[in-house]
C-alpha cells in the first residue's frame, strides 16, 4: 500500500512542514509507504478554468485506475478515527490518494470519481492546518489498524 497525500501549492511555513515530516517519518518506519505530493496551483482567474486545469493534473500524475482517490471536500462524510480506519483497512493493498483542493476548492469531476469525499470538520481550515491534521489522522488510523496504544479507544 501507498498513501499519497496530493497537494495544490506548497506550505506556507517551516512549522506546517516540519509536523507533516514528523508523521511522515513516523509512517515510513511502518510497512506503508507514504509521500507528500505537491502539484502546481493554478495561476487562473477564472475559478471554472482553474478548477479544471487543477483537475486534469491530478487525474494525470493518479489514474484512477491505479488509485483510490479519496477527496477531502466540506461536504464529504464525517468519521471518526476508528471509522476512518475501518475504512482504510481493506484498502491495504490498494495505493490510495487523498486530495486537498486549492483555494478555488476541488473540480466537480473530481468529486464525482471519488472513492470517498472526506470531511475532517464541519469547521473551516486552511490548507496547510488540513495537510498536518489529515497526516497526523492516517499515522493514527495506521496505529489503530496495528493495534498499538498510540490511539486511546
Known sequence: MKLIL?????PGSA???DE???YTKRL???SVQIEVVEMKQSKRDDQVKSLAEEA????KRFPKENYQWIVM???????NTVQLANWIKPRLTSNCVFLIGSAYG?????KKQANLLLSLSPLTFTHDHARVILTEQL???LMVIAGHPYHHV
Open 6 to 10: 496530493a497537494v495544490f501549492g506548497r
Open 15 to 17: 512549522f506546517i512542514q
Open 20 to 22: 507533516v515530516e514528523k
Open 28 to 30: 515510513r518506519s511502518s
Open 56 to 59: 486534469a493534473e491530478f487525474s
Open 73 to 79: 471536500a466540506e461536504e464529504g462524510k464525517l468519521m
Open 106 to 110: 476541488i473540480s466537480p469531476e473530481i
Open 139 to 141: 499515522y493514527r488510523c
